[in-house]
């Protein structure tokens, strides 16, 4: 493993126990830092500011890095719950010719404009019930108890792209059209206008020539299902959204009324594929949870009995594999990649042994300091790289209780046990080097070169604390890793950009903004070189920034 400008920092082997409260400990990590100021509020910057170059940004880099992710976590009296609550932040790093401007913008949802007006919570949302209106009377706050959970509109997530437009998401039905030059909301999109669905997530696909794919859930009188979506590549008119968006397939929940979670999903070249997990939503539990006083994420849990099921789902006629790709128990929020190669689909995913990680999540646990912190820490299953090898020709003459796998130096295992289901064990992507970095998270690659093909090298968060505090980039070949870390210092997802007329899968720059909770006002936009993993430059801003969740970069002429 390569280190660049690393520090050592102590951290323990991850060792699974069991407290005497039967709490699974997967770490014994002791003395790590609050990071309390990390879920802080502040106030948005919509004029764009300058920024504090430190060594050299490179000339070659011309856009706007946009990021997305909570910015209020409180109105008026009323504090959010869980992270995933806070008002959507938009941030915009306009580059140009080595020089940085910052400029943010408050999503300007139903859900932000409705509590601005209240000055409470008055839309609830992940992890946070609104409370009845102080202003009705008690008849009218009883009543109100009866209402199911309206959608929220905070899209808190991601930027998305539809038809060249840009969107905020997060997985509701409700999107927001964005301009990415002034991060102003232009319009609110609802998915279920266009299609039967109740949602859709905040990490679509997208094909070289546009098409995008997607998935969200519908709940019917039969059960819950799970759609494949398809958006086409161009709009018709100017002023078009999801017109021309499709259903290509509906799975069927193998629990009716208790479908999977799900954050993402896989493609590659010729298939979509869908990670069914034993993390649960009980649709029941959701809605009468405005009744009980209960948000969705108290209804949410991890059910380990049962196995992972992935689904494949022909992306050009919507036919569903007929053979179910079976695996023990895991919880993935995120994919790195897949491709088809040799008669195999190889998905590539970050994945832990314990889905009950969402829940803890809330702001509380993130503001916790001392003995306090490490414990919520320690209760967290990280996650790792992991490779699942899918043979793609199980037919009649496919033998049983063998391996299937002929791929050379494979140790992932696909054994047939009955007539359509094929068992899977996974590849380690990683070394025993991984384990001192808390895993790796917010996994990144040459998205718009090698998705969906075979691939050398992603990039990802390591996780020695509840949010990342390294950035690393693993190499396939030999899995070695390099690292970039600051004591003291949390990076975000990191983001590849390609070098003009780059000839290697690396040619390019990492991007990530960097928080620093023990500093005021000295975040920074940092650059890397993705080959060497040194830093090149960064843009130090002169306010303060919460720690987000997804970004993007749109290059201009």
């Known amino acids: 493993m390569d280190t660049v400008k690393h520090q050592k920092k102590n951290t323990s082997a991850l060792k699974k126990s069991s407290s005497a409260k039967n709490i699974n400990h997967y770490t014994n990590v002791r003395g790590l830092p609050s990071i309390e100021k990390i879920v802080s509020s502040v106030e948005d910057t919509p004029r764009p500011i300058s920024t504090q170059i430190i060594g050299t940004i490179p000339e070659w880099i011309n856009g706007n890095f946009l990021r997305n992710g909570p910015g209020k976590f409180e109105i008026g009296n009323h504090k959010f719950n869980h992270w995933f609550d806070g008002m959507a932040l938009l941030h915009q790093f306009k580059i140009s010719n080595g020089q940085v401007t910052y400029k943010s913008r408050f999503l300007s949802s139903d859900s932000y404009q409705t509590n601005k007006e209240h000055n409470r919570i008055a839309i609830s949302e992940f992890g946070t019930v609104t409370m009845p209106d102080p202003c009705k009377n008690v008849f009218q706050r009883f009543l109100s108890r009866f209402e199911s959970h309206k959608p929220t509109d905070n899209a808190n997530v991601s930027f998305v792209t539809y038809k060249g437009d840009y969107y905020v998401s997060t997985e509701t039905n409700i999107m927001h059209k964005v301009d990415p030059e002034t991060l102003e909301t232009t319009e609110k999109v609802d998915w279920s206008k266009f299609i039967a669905v109740n949602g859709a997530t905040a990490h679509p696909h997208t094909e070289p020539d546009g098409t995008t794919y997607n998935m969200g859930n519908s709940y019917t009188s039969k059960g819950s299902y799970y759609n494949i979506i398809q958006v086409p590549p161009t709009k018709k008119t100017e002023d078009e959204t999801l017109e021309g968006a499709s259903v290509l397939c509906s799975i069927p929940s193998v629990d009716k009324t208790k479908p999977s979670y799900y954050h993402s999903f896989a493609m590659s070249e010729n298939y979509v594929v869908f990670i069914e997990q034993p993390i649960k939503l009980d649709l029941l539990k959701i809605v009468t949870g405005k009744l009980r006083g209960k948000s969705i994420s108290d209804s949410i849990f991890w059910d380990p009995k049962l196995n992972t099921i992935f689904h494949l789902i022909h992306k050009h006629s919507g036919k569903v594999s007929s053979i ?204 890397l070189d993705a080959k060497t993993f040194e830093e090149l430059g960064r843009a130090v801003v002169p306010v303060n920034i919460p720690y987000g969740f997804h970004g993007t970069f749109i290059a201009t002429a």
Not at 356 to 380: C, H, P
Not at 470 to 491: F, N, S
Request: net charge negative; with cysteine.
């Open 324 to 527: 179910k790709y079976l695996a023990k128990p895991l919880s993935t929020f995120h994919q790195i990649n897949a491709f088809e190669e040799d008669g195999f689909l190889i998905i590539d995913l970050c994945a832990s042994d314990d889905g009950q990680a969402i829940t803890n999540y809330n702001i509380q646990n993130m503001r916790k300091s001392g003995e306090a912190l490490d414990e919520v820490y320690n209760t967290l299953s990280r996650a790792f790289p992991r490779r699942f090898v899918l043979p793609l020709n199980v037919d009649r003459e496919t033998p049983y209780n063998q391996n299937l796998i002929t791929r050379p130096n494979s140790i992932a295992t696909s054994v047939r046990i009955a007539k359509n289901k094929v068992f899977c064990t996974h590849e380690d992507l990683h070394g025993e080097d991984l384990h001192e970095y808390g895993g790796l998270e917010f996994p990144q690659i040459n998205y718009h070169k090698f998705n969906t093909h075979p691939y050398r090298y992603f990039y990802g968060c390591g996780f020695r604390h509840l949010v990342g505090d390294t950035l690393i980039k693993m190499d396939l070949c030999g899995k070695r890793m390099k690292v970039w870390e600051h004591p003291g210092q949390y990076p975000s997802e990191p983001v590849f950009v390609p070098s003009p007329n780059a000839t290697e899968e690396d040619d390019g720059v990492i991007m990530s903004v960097v928080i620093t909770p023990d500093e005021d006002k000295s975040t920074f936009l940092l650059v």
